[in-house]
């Protein structure tokens, strides 16, 4: 047979059409989750009133939940390398529902603090999983299924501040329990999922094909742990600077531009809003020109807008961090198809270690910063905040491969 036949078939096999169906599943999932998510964050102002809060104690919160899936996502991760367990998705948006409730009607601080512990749980048990099944769902087009996913989570964040602004401020936090539904609307998709996903490890074990256990990194041992390590500091620049817009934009605009909380809240969704357009971009931008040149512009291009934000009336405030969710959102599917084309037989881990420690830096930011903020004020911390980006330089010893 020719090499020309064989490539071609290679081609055929893997290029397999892309599992639509499965794929917007997938992704209203995580639009449903991190939802979910972004109302703790929405809530902020209003848990801060409510129990009295400093500034540290709000970053507890964040901290909280995304330490929490932090710890838990890399282990998940493994250990769903070695046992995959489909129907472990709806579970783990059942811990996100009952942490919902519980934020609902928590009585006290540590109460709301348990209601972030389960929905960090339940992002845990989500994200490594739900990442491999758009992997298999993408046909062969990695970078493309990894921003459509990534865009279900950003719109939920999006979505989550307006829900705040429009429901929950003018109705209280007892209303957050309204959303219980959006929940089981998760559920019932994940359970789908999961009967597609059981379906599909059935088949594959049925076929064992002979290439499972030769795929293996292009790249030595030790040059893929120094990529990786390569990788998670971009990830830290990345996630330590947007905890700092995320977790205090609002309380940066009411105290700097004496904006209404509800102004401020549509301020934030419009940040996250083009967050979410951005990531859309990464995926298939890389798919065709390579991940090393997205990773390198979305890190590094958004410093010269973060270093001025400090110093931009409110005006050029709002766009400056649109163009600064637009731009950097872009990394995270370029950075995460990266290492998953370095490690091809540890899907699970990787993605559980890249969201996990994406979790973690963006939690423990949040911790970092509220305490900064409560020294030296929420301006201080978006000055010191604004040279992170140009920890984007690094990226210039990521290898240049052909897919990369």
Excluded at 96 to 106: D, I, K, M, R
Excluded at 337 to 349: C, D, F, K, S, W
């Amino acid at each position: 047979m020719s090499t020309a036949t064989l490539s071609s078939q290679a081609a055929a096999t893997t290029r397999r059409p892309v599992a639509v169906g499965i794929l917007a599943a997938i992704t209203g999932s995580h639009l449903v989750n991190d939802m979910m998510q972004s109302l703790i964050l929405a809530l902020y102002p209003i848990l801060k009133g409510q129990f009295q809060l400093s500034f540290a104690q709000v970053g507890l919160i964040t901290l909280t939940y995304q330490l929490t899936a932090s710890l838990f996502q890399p282990l998940i991760g493994l250990r769903t390398d070695r046992r995959p367990a489909p129907y472990s998705l709806p579970f783990g948006m059942g811990s996100t529902l009952c942490g919902l409730l519980l934020l609902a009607y928590a009585p006290n601080f540590a109460m709301v603090l348990c209601a972030a512990m389960l929905v960090g749980i339940g992002s845990a048990i989500f994200h490594p999983e739900s990442s491999r099944i758009a992997r298999l769902a993408s046909g062969g087009r990695h970078g493309l299924s990894q921003s459509v996913f990534q865009v279900g989570g950003n719109t939920g964040t999006a979505i989550g501040p307006l829900i705040a602004a429009a429901v929950i401020v003018p109705n209280g936090r007892t209303s957050v329990a309204w959303f219980a539904g959006a929940a089981l609307l998760g559920i019932g998709l994940l359970s789908y999922v999961g009967r597609w996903y059981q379906q599909h490890l059935t088949a594959s074990a049925a076929t064992k094909p002979a290439t499972t256990h030769r795929q293996a990194a292009a790249l030595p041992p030790r040059t893929v742990a120094w990529v990786i390590a390569i990788l998670l500091v971009l990830i830290f620049s990345k996630y330590f600077y947007i905890a700092g817009l995320s977790s205090y934009y609002t309380f940066y605009l009411i105290q700097k531009f004496q904006v209404s909380v509800q102004s401020a809240q549509l301020h934030l969704f419009g940040f996250l809003l083009a967050s979410a357009a951005g990531t859309l971009i990464g995926g298939p931008v890389g798919d065709r020109i390579g991940r090393k040149p997205v990773i390198w512009a979305s890190i590094l291009g958004v410093a010269p807008f973060a270093l001025v934000l400090p110093y931009a009336d409110l005006g050029w405030t709002t766009v400056l961090t649109m163009l600064i969710g637009f731009v950097l959102s872009s990394a995270f599917s370029a950075i995460l198809v990266y290492a998953q084309e370095l490690m091809p037989n540890r899907i699970g881990t990787v993605s559980g270690l890249f969201f996990g420690f994406a979790f973690g830096m963006g939690g423990l930011g949040a911790a970092v910063l509220g305490v900064m903020a409560d020294h030296t004020g929420i301006f201080r911390v978006y000055q010191m905040i604004s040279f992170l980006p140009l920890l984007g330089i690094v990226a210039a010893f990521l290898p240049s491969r052909r897919h990369a």
